[in-house]
């Protein structure tokens, strides 16, 4: 069993960054895939970048392709998704999920650990 815990969600200015964490421990070995989705009130949950674990392969939404970025710390076993520019609208919950089968990253369902989820809020 994987276990995944998001960390550095908080209140951040519109144009500001913030980095969020996602410590993953268990069986880790048999990630391939790690991914950030996020849900804000009111709508369902979408997909904002992925990363293939053995390949380093990023993949992004178009609504933050060249403001977030996703990298990895394999050494503690961490990725991490690096947010500038925020905006209002990037205002939701964060959550991060581990998948062990390389199916489309974009795609909630292909996930099999989540987190729990950290809260970012973007102030006008």
């Known amino acids: 069993q994987e276990q995944l815990v998001e960390s550095g969600g908080g209140l951040v200015q519109a144009g500001g960054s913030l980095r969020l964490s996602c410590a993953a421990s268990g069986r880790t070995f048999s990630t391939k895939t790690m991914g950030w989705f996020r849900q804000a009130p009111g709508k369902e949950r979408e997909f904002v970048a992925a990363?293939?674990?053995?390949?380093?392969?990023?993949y992004y939404a178009g609504s933050v392709k060249g403001r977030f970025t996703i990298s990895r710390d394999n050494a503690k076993n961490t990725v991490y998704l690096q947010m500038n520019s925020l905006k209002p609208e990037d205002t939701a919950v964060y959550s991060c999920a581990a998948a062990v089968r390389s199916l489309n990253p974009t795609i909630g369902e292909n996930y099999d650990s989540w987190g729990q989820g950290t809260q970012v809020t973007v102030s006008s």
């Open positions: 990363l293939s674990w053995s390949g380093g392969a990023s």
